[in-house]
């Protein structure tokens, strides 16, 4: 059982910055691949960014593309997420994924593939 918890939320003006962390509990953290993903009121769970266990590959959002940063430290059981350049339509409660396994490309994106879920964290980006 894995149990996941993000922090690092927050209101931040137009153009600022935030790094949320996910610190997870339980063993071989490297091979699971952690994913983030974000939900807008009224809208479905979409997908943010990737990095896969053990070759940690990164994958983004083309909307995150060039403004979001995924990285893992797995001597700290922990994933983040750094985001510049906010913007209002990045407000969204952004939720922690693990998989135990590997995923491929296809896979990566879908909310399906992911076992374990974080509570999430809220961000609001102020015009």
């Known amino acids: 059982q894995v149990q996941l918890v993000e922090s690092g939320g927050g209101l931040v003006q137009a153009g600022g910055s935030l790094r949320l962390s996910c610190a997870a509990s339980?063993?071989?953290?490297?091979?699971?691949?952690m994913a983030w993903f974000c939900q807008a009121p009224g809208k479905e769970r979409e997908f943010v960014a990737v990095?896969?266990?053990?070759?940690?590959?990164?994958y983004y959002a083309d909307s995150k593309k060039g403004r979001f940063t995924i990285s893992r430290d797995n001597a700290k059981n922990t994933v983040y997420l750094q985001m510049n350049s906010l913007q209002p339509e990045d407000t969204a409660v952004y939720y922690c994924?693990?998989?135990?396994?590997?995923?491929?490309?296809?896979?990566?994106?879908?909310?399906?593939?992911?076992?374990?879920w974080g509570p999430g964290t809220q961000v609001t980006v102020s015009a």
């Open positions: 994924a693990a998989a135990p396994a590997l995923l491929s490309t296809s896979r990566i994106t879908n909310t399906r593939e992911y076992r374990y």
């Open positions: 339980g063993r071989a953290f490297g091979s699971y691949t």
């Open positions: 990095s896969r266990g053990l070759d940690e590959t990164t």
